[in-house]
């Protein structure tokens, strides 16, 4: 079958990371698909993508300990973390691609090499992390990984942190170079940048109203232009809703099946933004703690390098909060108005399992100012209340559905990704860890909607992802090659001097 005979009308709902990876994979792998975006902001990446409202690490379960549990034996279940690894290192491949390729010009702008590091205080602390890096070292995919307990290494480590600690504490730390920090607004930016030269349509100022399915399965998307005030009726054979928190309101107006029992929590996030450039300069890693006993995984709380406005910075949180918006710009009523009959019981059934989160959520929105200092200062202990603001970041919204092992009204605290059963329309819920693992979970939602396509598209997707249906994990040799190939590509080093920020 022909490009020309094939041609398709696709429409991405939502200008985040999401969209831009699935829309510039599309025009990789059929060029003729005619392709719009509807956004009802003015310009890409302002939500959930950018980079004050996300914590910019690029996923790959280097420090994050919530993604390796202690088992009730004692010992730790590394698969998830495996997985995150195994995913962000696709996003990786292909974003080195497209920069091989000319179609992505200086990288540093949006991703650049930072430490990651796991710091944790307390003896039996210290003896997960130990078993930790004992688990994980085995594994290419966590070579280079170093831990700490002794005083000197951990200041030279992370000198900000140790300021104001004594010697023969019991804290401990691992530390690996080959982290990264990700600006995925700026990448949003540079892929509709690369889609509009492909003559992609990039509608800003437009709010999708509706969607319909009509008898010849394409669906009728109304959309409302604000810039003429008009509504305007565009036709499609394939939508996909990538508008962050919006997402579960647009997936809700399908009517497919699959929208069902499914009910969305709005979480907001806050951050506290260093305001001296010398305590700034004083940190240069990404250090990611473990949560307290009874909070939920998104509060893990970590001490970031940022690269963000074109300046270094340095962020400390997220402290959660509360409002019934479902975006940063949403509506006080989306809370509200998500709640529909076929969803009320398992939003109810959540909010009576999911009690320690409301409490969790009451004492964050509660805590005042040296409340929050106080938290980062198990971090700095000589933190000094003037050189910090609080920031607002994005809102999350965390999925509630129904699952087969935890029954009904189950918080999920993923990336979710909804398809209807004759893959013509597709959404992606939820958050961690999102924009890190973009490019496969948009593969796989192609795989899902264009299984007669795909088969012919694995060749050049494998032109693309080089490690396409292979376990990196597993494939050490392979693994070194691809990892030394796009940091070259990425230009990815621990030089900051090399660095040349946006």
Known sequence: MSQLEDKKDIILIGSGVMSATLGTIIKQLNPGWNIKVFEKLDSSGQESSDAWNNAGTGHSALCELNYTPEQADGSLDISKA???NEQFQVSKQFWAYLVEQGMLE???KFIRQVPHLSFVEGKKNVEFLNKRIDSLTDNPLFEGMEFADDYDTLKEWIPLMMEGRKPGQ???ATKIDTGTDVNFGALSRKLFSLLEEQNVEMKYNHSVEDLKQLDNNKWQVTVKNHDTGKTEYHMSDFVFIGAGGNSLPLLQKTGIEESRNIGGFPVSGMFLACTDETVINKHNAKVYGKAKVGAPPMSVPHLDTRYIDGKKSLLFGPFAGFSPKFLKTGSYMDLVNSVKPYNVLTMLSAGAKELGLTKY?????????EERMNDLREFIPDAKSEDWELIVAGQRVQVIKDTDDKGKGTLQFGTEVITSSDGSIAALLGASPGASVAVE????????CFPAEYDHWEDKIKEMVPSYGIKLSENPEMFEEI???TSKSLKLSTDEDSVLLS
Request: charge should be negative; hydrophobic fraction near 50%; aromatic fraction near 0%.
């Open 82 to 84: 495996v997985k995150i």
């Open 106 to 108: 200086t990288p540093e």
């Open 170 to 172: 019991d804290i401990a």
């Open 361 to 369: 959520l009451i004492q964050q929105v509660l805590l005042s100012d």
């Open 441 to 448: 979970v948009m593969l796989d939602i192609l795989q899902r």
């Open 483 to 485: 990892h030394e190939s």
